[in-house]
């Protein structure tokens, strides 16, 4: 059984900096397609990043030199590097993983609250 772990979400001012963690246990993150999503109040969720086979990333255009998404092998666990954050960026954050090779497969964290306010 495999289980996505979220940390790292809180309260930041505009401006400040937050990193997201998304431990994946019962698997391995280099036979996970790992993404980021995120939801806001009102609002469908959107993709934020993803990585896959550890080389592979993509990112929303909002997210893109901003947030870096990054893995760690020897911690089992896909980052997210937020910075420069705004009001706009307050969501829950979710961590999404999906089976390389087999679409079947695939599990979502609990999510975690970023809240970005002065």
């Known amino acids: 059984q495999v289980r996505l772990v979220e940390s790292g979400g809180g309260l930041v001012q505009p401006g400040g900096s937050l990193r997201l963690s998304c431990e994946v246990v019962?698997?391995?993150?280099?036979?996970?397609?790992v993404a980021w999503y995120r939801q806001s109040s009102g609002k469908e969720r959107e993709l934020v990043a993803d990585?896959?086979?550890?080389?592979?990333?993509n990112y929303a255009d909002y997210a893109k030199g901003r947030f870096t998404i990054y893995g760690d092998n020897a911690e089992n666990t896909v980052y997210l590097q937020m910075n420069r954050l705004t009001p706009e960026d307050t969501a829950v954050y979710f961590c999404?993983?999906?089976?390389?090779?087999?679409?079947?497969?695939?599990?979502w964290g609990q999510g975690t609250q970023v809240t970005v306010s002065p």
């Open positions: 999404f993983g999906r089976l390389l090779g087999n679409s079947e497969y695939e599990w």
């Open positions: 019962g698997s391995r993150i280099s036979r996970i397609n």
């Open positions: 990585i896959s086979g550890g080389a592979n990333l």
